[in-house]
Structure formats: C-alpha cells, structure tokens
C-alpha cells in the first residue's frame, strides 16, 4: 500500500530507514538539493512571539531517537515571503511578546504563510494560532531545554511554515514525490498539505486537534536534524517522528515528541 511513498529523497537521510515523501534531508549549509525556487505572496503573521524552552521533559518518547549531527551556524535563513502565500502584517497586534526564559538555548525564528485561496482552509490568525500553541507546548520540542521558537512577522525568518494546496505542496516540495496527500520539510521550509490540516488521516482515532500537533510536531522535527522513527511494540504510543500520516502499525496514535 505504501511502494508510492518510496521514492528515496536525493540527499543522505540521517537515520538509515524508509525515506518517503515527509523525510525532506536537505543540505542548509550547502543549499544542495533544496527544491526549485518558490513561486507563490504571503500574509506574514503579525506581531512577535518568544516559546521559552522548557524544562527538560520526562523522557523521549523513543529513547532510540538521537539527533543527527546539525550545524546551525551554516543554516541559511528563509527570504522573503512566499508568493502566492499570505501573512499577518507586523503591526496588526494579534499578538503579545512571551518572555525568553532561557537566554542560552538555540533560538529558531518562524513565520506562517498560508496559500491564497485555499479552499476551505484556515485563516493566517488561525493557523498561527494553533501553530504556537504546538511549539510552546510542555510536550513539545522546546521541552528539550536547549531550543526556543520566536515568532516573527517580516523579518527574514530561520524556518517558514507553510499551508498549501495539495498541488503546491507537491511542487514545493519535489524532488520529494507527495502524491498530492503528504506534508515535508524542505530546506528552511516545512510544507504543510492543507488537506490534511482539515479532515487528517482514515487511520487516525485521536482526534483533529493531536493530529494536527502530529503534523506540525513531526515536520518541524526534520528541520531540527530527526530521521524516522518507529515504536517498539504494537499497542506503544508512536513517536513523534514515526510516519504516523501512512500508517499506524499497530501503535497508538501520538501528536508529542515527550510524554
């Protein structure tokens, strides 16, 4: 059920397992591979927003699961907005400026871009909305203790996440082969399959609102340096970073990458 997934993408992936569509490894210091360029204007989301970093977490929920080898200092940074695309402008005051509460951990800058005229899709506030809700949560990545996500409007940001059509993401995201049904990472962009945002997965018994932590969660954790990853038993919670958008393999359905 799953061979049109298997196209391999063409960097060298971290972890040595099945590659598919949501497993963009791109070279940030080299640009390599990065997909074409962008062709889509978007309303950036407004205002600015520090997720403090958490206190370390109780565990990873698959102890297994290491980071690969990421130099942050040779990541290229996203340009300008996406054409096509839309973003709240910096001055509309949706939001309030949260307190930094670790000044030492890896700051990544971020900024929401959703597709003009996306059927059905969510509002630039909406999405941004649930967005920082998932990156400020206690279960996740910032519960490491190491990293802190910042909101930013029109500043040139570090990763852009992006809601698209099914169409633009698999443009956005080749050479990766999304079949008009999966999300990615590509470069300094996470790609999200508007599609999913709405209605989720068949196999997903969870709920909209984990499902949609999963889909955040899981492609954010590419561009922090995380491979695949997969449970150990069935009747286990999933890790974050197993393909949960393809099939559960008998593990319970998981939106965090800590418990």
């Not at 649930?130 to 910042?150: C, Y």
């Amino acid at each position: 059920m799953t061979e049109w997934l298997r196209r391999r993408a063409m960097s060298r992936p971290c972890w040595k397992s099945r590659q598919t569509a949501t497993d963009a490894q791109v070279n940030l210091g080299t640009g390599k591979q990065s997909g074409p360029p962008l062709a889509a204007a978007v309303l950036s989301a407004a205002g600015l927003l520090l997720l403090a970093g958490l206190a370390a977490a109780q565990g990873w929920r698959n102890l297994a699961l290491q980071p690969c080898p990421f130099d942050y200092s040779a990541q290229t940074c996203a340009s300008d907005v996406t054409p096509g695309f839309e973003f709240i402008p910096v001055d509309a005051g949706v939001l309030l400026t949260g307190e930094r509460l670790d000044p030492d951990a890896v700051l990544h800058t971020f900024r929401v871009e959703v597709e003009i005229g996306i059927f059905g899709g969510p509002s630039v506030a909406d999405a941004l909305s649930t967005i920082e809700a998932v990156l400020g949560h206690p279960r996740g990545w910032t519960a490491r203790g190491d990293l802190t996500f910042q909101h930013v409007g029109s500043a040139p940001p570090d990763l852009s996440i992006l809601l698209a059509s099914p169409e633009t993401v698999d443009r956005l995201c080749a050479p990766l082969d999304t079949q008009g049904y999966l999300s990615c990472r590509n470069g300094p962009r996470v790609v999200l399959n508007v599609e999913r945002w709405k209605a989720g997965v068949p196999h997903w018994d969870a709920g909209l609102e984990e499902y949609r932590a999963y889909l955040i969660n899981h492609e954010v954790g590419h561009f922090l340096g995380f491979g695949h990853a997969f449970c150990a038993k069935a009747g286990a919670s999933a890790p974050v970073m197993q393909q949960q958008s393809v099939a559960l393999d008998g593990c319970l359905p998981n939106g965090w990458p800590f418990r």
